[in-house]
T-cell receptor, first 116, second 110 residues
Framework: DAGVIQSPRHEVTEMGQEVTLRCKPISGHNSLFWYRQTMMRGLELLIYFNNNVPIDDSGMPEDRFSAKMPNASFSTLKIQPSEPRDSAVYFC??????????????FGEGSRLTVL | DAKTTQPPSMDCAEGRAANLPCNHSTISGNEYVYWYRQIHSQGPQYIIHGLKNNETNEMASLIITEDRKSSTLILPHATLRDTAVYYCIVTSSNTGKLIFGQGTTLQVKP
């Protein structure tokens, strides 16, 4: 089975440009999570969706960040405008949350973003 | 969710058991203990979880003390590929929302 698929794997852009990161969760999973990882702050949860609905976006750093999940098989994380401090690895994860404890998340390989 | 405390780093000889401790003294009755690991440049990988009883799967064993204030992840025969950052997470969330700490960097040495 295909795991969580993220694109692009690497993105280098200039400050002020718009960045769009994409995620395809595992088929049948109804929870989706966006995390960001930096050396300074470790792994931070940005936002998560359940059944395509944003449940908690308290981790989104500021209005420059937005996330959407138009359907069960696709999500985007957009940064507009991007800044150098947004440089990080962004991970998408999905989870089947229908039954029992749901801490078993399946992570993608991440999108490494560099903003110059 | 309860806070966890882990040693920042540990070493283990290849082929020996790796025992990674985690302290979660403020854990509540409905909170689970989860373990993940992150191998360099990859996404975190789920290892195991438990509530009260000890658990074992193909990757590892999880030993939870009777008072549930601490736990130990055991990799029975560590290999070089087990070198990674190991995260202990406590959560009651039924949404899968996990808060990662700094974890323990395990270095398996030949």
């Amino acid at each position: 089975d295909a795991g969580v698929i993220q694109s692009p794997r690497h993105e280098v852009t200039e400050m002020g440009q718009e960045v769009t990161l994409r995620c395809k969760p595992i088929s049948g999973h109804n929870s989706l999570f966006w995390y960001r990882q930096t050396m300074m702050r470790g792994l931070e949860l940005l936002i998560y969706f359940n059944n395509n609905v944003p449940i908690d976006d308290s981790g989104m750093p500021e209005d420059r960040f937005s996330a959407k999940m138009p359907n069960a098989s696709f999500s985007t994380l957009k940064i507009q405008p991007s800044e150098p401090r947004d440089s990080a690895v962004y991970f998408c994860a999905s989870s089947p949350s229908d039954r029992g404890p749901t801490g078993e998340l399946f992570f993608g390989e991440g999108s490494r973003l560099t903003v110059l | 969710d309860a806070k966890t405390t882990q040693p920042p780093s540990m070493d283990c000889a290849e082929g020996r058991a790796a025992n990674l401790p985690c302290n979660h003294s403020t854990i509540s009755g409905n909170e689970y203990v989860y373990w993940y690991r992150q191998i360099h440049s990859q996404g975190p990988q789920y290892i195991i979880h438990g509530l009260k009883n000890n658990e074992t799967n193909e990757m590892a064993s999880l030993i939870i003390t009777e008072d549930r204030k601490s736990s130990t992840l055991i990799l029975p025969h560590a290999t070089l590929r087990d070198t990674a950052v190991y995260y202990c997470i406590v959560t009651s969330s039924n949404t899968g929302k996990l808060i990662f700490g700094q974890g323990t960097t395990l270095q398996v040495k030949p």
